[in-house]
């Protein structure tokens, strides 16, 4: 995998975080906002370890 590619993956992943974690604090329980932030998070989470996964792969 390109260097650069990786390391884009990696900052989109961590956008998602950035951005979404803070307003897990923000939002009510319960609402729409709520889960779709929620599931905002997950995908930032599960996007950064597989791209942290696939880079150290192609390493070897």
């Known amino acids: ?16 975080l950035i951005g979404g974690i ?4 923000v939002v009510q329980p319960g609402t ?3 889960v779709i932030t929620l599931f ?5 989470i599960v996007f950064t370890v597989a791209m942290v996964i696939i880079i150290r792969r192609s390493q070897r």
Do not use: D, W
Request: charge should be neutral.
């Open 40 to 44: 905002t998070v997950l995908i930032g």
């Open 1 to 16: 995998m390109n260097r650069e590619i990786g390391r884009a993956g990696i900052l989109i992943g961590c956008l998602l």
């Open 32 to 34: 729409a906002e709520y």
């Open 22 to 25: 803070p307003l897990l604090f």
